[in-house]
Protein backbone atom coordinates (compact mmCIF):
# COMPACT_ATOMS: atom_id res chain seq x y z
CA UNK A 1 0.00 0.00 0.00
CA UNK A 2 2.89 2.55 0.34
CA UNK A 3 4.52 1.61 -2.69
CA UNK A 4 4.09 3.95 -5.64
CA UNK A 5 3.50 0.67 -7.67
CA UNK A 6 4.24 -2.85 -7.34
CA UNK A 7 4.82 -5.69 -9.65
CA UNK A 8 3.44 -8.88 -8.43
CA UNK A 9 5.24 -12.22 -9.48
CA UNK A 10 4.98 -16.06 -9.07
CA UNK A 11 8.39 -16.74 -6.79
CA UNK A 12 11.53 -16.10 -6.53
CA UNK A 13 12.91 -16.89 -9.71
CA UNK A 14 10.62 -14.29 -11.10
CA UNK A 15 11.34 -11.51 -8.71
CA UNK A 16 15.08 -11.85 -9.45
CA UNK A 17 14.18 -11.59 -13.21
CA UNK A 18 12.04 -8.47 -12.87
CA UNK A 19 14.13 -6.43 -11.07
CA UNK A 20 16.89 -7.03 -13.56
CA UNK A 21 14.66 -6.04 -16.14
CA UNK A 22 13.37 -3.30 -14.62
CA UNK A 23 17.42 -2.26 -13.96
CA UNK A 24 17.93 -2.86 -17.35
CA UNK A 25 14.82 -0.22 -18.86
CA UNK A 26 15.34 2.53 -15.69
CA UNK A 27 19.12 2.15 -14.60
CA UNK A 28 18.11 1.29 -11.14
CA UNK A 29 16.59 -1.52 -9.33
CA UNK A 30 12.81 -1.29 -8.07
CA UNK A 31 13.01 0.03 -4.82
CA UNK A 32 15.28 2.84 -5.42
CA UNK A 33 12.17 4.28 -7.14
CA UNK A 34 9.50 3.40 -4.67
CA UNK A 35 8.27 0.27 -7.08
CA UNK A 36 8.00 -3.09 -5.02
CA UNK A 37 8.21 -6.46 -6.81
CA UNK A 38 6.31 -8.86 -4.74
CA UNK A 39 6.64 -12.86 -4.51
CA UNK A 40 2.87 -13.83 -4.26
CA UNK A 41 1.57 -17.66 -4.61
CA UNK A 42 -1.75 -18.87 -5.94
CA UNK A 43 -5.09 -16.68 -4.17
CA UNK A 44 -2.78 -13.96 -3.26
CA UNK A 45 -2.62 -12.14 -6.22
CA UNK A 46 -6.50 -11.80 -6.27
CA UNK A 47 -6.31 -10.79 -2.89
CA UNK A 48 -3.27 -7.71 -3.95
CA UNK A 49 -5.43 -6.82 -6.50
CA UNK A 50 -8.58 -6.63 -4.33
CA UNK A 51 -6.66 -3.94 -2.65
CA UNK A 52 -5.29 -2.18 -5.65
CA UNK A 53 -8.66 -1.81 -7.04
CA UNK A 54 -9.88 0.15 -3.86
CA UNK A 55 -6.88 1.99 -3.15
CA UNK A 56 -6.01 2.98 -6.82
CA UNK A 57 -2.24 2.42 -6.08
CA UNK A 58 -0.55 0.84 -9.45
CA UNK A 59 -0.17 -2.60 -9.66
CA UNK A 60 1.38 -5.25 -12.73
CA UNK A 61 0.52 -8.75 -12.72
CA UNK A 62 3.23 -10.82 -14.17
CA UNK A 63 2.18 -14.56 -15.01
CA UNK A 64 3.60 -17.59 -16.62
CA UNK A 65 1.27 -19.05 -19.21
CA UNK A 66 1.14 -22.59 -17.80
CA UNK A 67 0.57 -24.10 -20.96
CA UNK A 68 -2.33 -22.32 -22.01
CA UNK A 69 -3.52 -19.69 -23.94
CA UNK A 70 -2.46 -15.84 -22.64
CA UNK A 71 -5.99 -14.65 -23.12
CA UNK A 72 -7.29 -17.13 -20.90
CA UNK A 73 -5.23 -16.48 -18.26
CA UNK A 74 -5.34 -12.69 -18.65
CA UNK A 75 -9.30 -13.52 -18.02
CA UNK A 76 -9.15 -14.98 -14.79
CA UNK A 77 -8.33 -11.53 -13.84
CA UNK A 78 -10.97 -9.46 -15.92
CA UNK A 79 -12.44 -8.24 -13.24
CA UNK A 80 -9.49 -6.54 -11.74
CA UNK A 81 -7.78 -5.76 -15.39
CA UNK A 82 -11.17 -3.59 -15.85
CA UNK A 83 -9.31 -0.57 -13.33
CA UNK A 84 -7.40 1.60 -15.27
CA UNK A 85 -4.23 0.77 -12.48
CA UNK A 86 -4.19 -3.10 -12.89
CA UNK A 87 -2.45 -4.64 -15.58
CA UNK A 88 -1.53 -8.33 -16.40
CA UNK A 89 1.68 -9.18 -18.19
CA UNK A 90 1.56 -13.36 -19.30
CA UNK A 91 3.93 -14.38 -21.98
CA UNK A 92 2.36 -14.86 -25.35
CA UNK A 93 3.06 -18.26 -26.62
CA UNK A 94 1.58 -21.00 -24.81
CA UNK A 95 4.51 -24.21 -26.14
CA UNK A 96 6.98 -22.05 -23.71
CA UNK A 97 4.80 -22.41 -20.61
CA UNK A 98 7.16 -20.81 -17.80
CA UNK A 99 10.23 -18.03 -16.96
CA UNK A 100 13.11 -20.40 -18.31
CA UNK A 101 11.40 -21.74 -21.36
CA UNK A 102 10.40 -17.39 -22.54
CA UNK A 103 14.13 -16.65 -21.42
CA UNK A 104 15.65 -19.08 -23.85
CA UNK A 105 13.40 -18.41 -26.73
CA UNK A 106 14.24 -14.71 -26.25
CA UNK A 107 18.16 -15.39 -25.97
CA UNK A 108 19.15 -18.46 -27.49
CA UNK A 109 20.85 -21.13 -26.64
CA UNK A 110 24.59 -19.38 -27.19
CA UNK A 111 23.20 -16.18 -25.56
CA UNK A 112 22.44 -18.02 -22.44
CA UNK A 113 25.09 -20.65 -22.10
CA UNK A 114 27.38 -17.12 -22.22
CA UNK A 115 25.17 -15.37 -19.42
CA UNK A 116 25.02 -18.50 -16.99
CA UNK A 117 28.52 -20.05 -17.55
CA UNK A 118 27.68 -23.11 -19.31
CA UNK A 119 28.33 -24.79 -22.66
CA UNK A 120 25.34 -27.00 -23.02
CA UNK A 121 25.23 -28.20 -26.81
CA UNK A 122 21.10 -28.85 -27.05
CA UNK A 123 18.70 -26.20 -25.59
CA UNK A 124 17.04 -28.94 -24.22
CA UNK A 125 20.06 -29.53 -21.78
CA UNK A 126 20.40 -26.00 -21.02
CA UNK A 127 16.82 -25.82 -19.94
CA UNK A 128 16.63 -29.15 -17.68
CA UNK A 129 19.63 -27.00 -16.54
CA UNK A 130 18.18 -24.00 -15.83
CA UNK A 131 14.66 -25.82 -14.45
CA UNK A 132 16.64 -27.78 -11.94
CA UNK A 133 18.28 -24.62 -10.73
CA UNK A 134 15.36 -21.91 -10.78
CA UNK A 135 16.63 -19.65 -8.39
CA UNK A 136 20.53 -20.06 -8.61
CA UNK A 137 19.84 -19.25 -12.34
CA UNK A 138 17.62 -16.31 -11.89
CA UNK A 139 20.47 -15.04 -9.33
CA UNK A 140 23.37 -15.25 -12.09
CA UNK A 141 20.83 -13.50 -14.94
CA UNK A 142 20.33 -10.68 -12.41
CA UNK A 143 24.02 -10.27 -11.61
CA UNK A 144 25.48 -10.85 -14.97
CA UNK A 145 27.09 -7.78 -16.12
CA UNK A 146 26.09 -9.36 -19.64
CA UNK A 147 23.39 -8.06 -22.29
CA UNK A 148 19.92 -9.84 -21.76
CA UNK A 149 17.05 -9.89 -23.54
CA UNK A 150 14.12 -10.31 -21.46
CA UNK A 151 10.44 -11.75 -22.53
CA UNK A 152 8.31 -8.93 -24.01
CA UNK A 153 5.77 -9.68 -20.75
CA UNK A 154 8.40 -9.00 -18.61
CA UNK A 155 9.76 -6.11 -20.35
CA UNK A 156 5.92 -4.58 -20.62
CA UNK A 157 5.41 -5.16 -17.40
CA UNK A 158 8.71 -2.69 -16.64
CA UNK A 159 7.98 -0.39 -18.78
Partial sequence: MLARRSILVEGPSDELIVQRAYKDVHGCLPIEDGVDVISVRGLAFRRFLDIASLTGNVVAVVRDNDGTEAA????????????????????????????????????G???????????????????????????????TIFSSDQTITMPEYIRDAVA
Fill in 109 to 139: LAVMNAILGENFASEADLLEHMEDRKTTCAL
Fill in 72 to 107: EVQRKYAAHTAFPNISVHVGQDKDYKTLEPQLLKAN
